[in-house]
């Protein structure tokens, strides 16, 4: 079944860690994108990926870096400068940029 | 970028009945997107509804656009537990990305 997957569904980090949540889609999507959800909230778009080896900054990319090696993949790495990561983290796809976004079923981060 | 702002925050109703929610928006859009999330989980695409369209339906949904007044309602026929969820309005423009509002939290009571 072709669909988009995040894993670990939970993660923690220790103080000055930094963590890398991944997502993988076999979905043939060329757009990924990630996004955070606090509680009672929408979603905050951190990053999105139009094409393999390139990506763009989203709202609140600060202390988030990402990478698209792979057209599959697009890991999302929540570095130490990212000073309130406790959140739940979305990953999604689509085939175009203005085309429904497929969803994962989230990473949920706290801190220790 | 665009945003879409979901009324109302929340909405409780019997099973059975019909719920309507609705979606602000502020500049023009080429189309808007609606999903449900349910607690805990990814989200889902409902519908999404082309400026040039007035409504739309699928299943027990139906979506209406009225881009004069930049706006747009989903309506859920004969609801059941299982709609239970947080819906979200997703209005896109040209180029922008989607940008999803806090949504409507909908409970459907048995």
């Known amino acids: 079944d072709g669909g988009i997957t995040q894993s670990p569904k939970y993660l923690f980090r220790k103080e000055g860690q930094n963590v890398t949540l991944s997502c993988e889609q076999n979905l043939n999507h060329d757009a990924m994108y990630w996004y955070r959800q606090d509680p009672g909230q929408g979603l905050r778009l951190i990053y999105y990926?139009?094409?393999?080896?390139?990506?763009q900054k989203g709202d609140i990319a600060e202390g988030y870096s990402v990478s698209r090696e792979k057209k599959e993949s697009f890991p999302l790495t929540v570095t130490s400068a990212q000073k309130n990561p406790t959140a739940f983290y979305l990953c999604?796809?689509?085939?175009?940029?203005?085309?429904?976004?497929?969803f994962g079923d989230g990473t949920r981060l706290s801190i220790l | 970028s665009q945003q879409g702002e979901e009324d109302p925050q929340a909405l409780s109703i019997q099973e059975g009945e019909n719920a309507t929610m609705n979606c602000s928006y502020k500049?023009?859009?080429?189309?808007l997107q609606w999903y449900r999330q349910n607690s805990g989980r990814g989200l889902v695409h409902l519908i999404l509804?082309?400026?040039?369209?007035r409504e739309k339906h699928s299943g027990r949904l139906r979506v209406t656009l009225d881009t004069s007044k930049k706006s747009s309602s989903l309506l859920i026929t004969a609801s059941r537990a299982a709609d239970t969820a947080s819906y979200f309005c997703g209005p896109q423009g040209g180029s922008e990305k989607l940008v999803f509002g806090k949504g409507t939290k909908l409970t459907v009571n048995p």
């Open positions: 999604a796809s689509s085939f175009a940029r203005k085309q429904p976004q497929h």
């Open positions: 509804i082309r400026s040039n369209e």
């Open positions: 990926s139009q094409i393999v080896n390139d990506f």
């Open positions: 500049t023009s859009i080429n189309n």
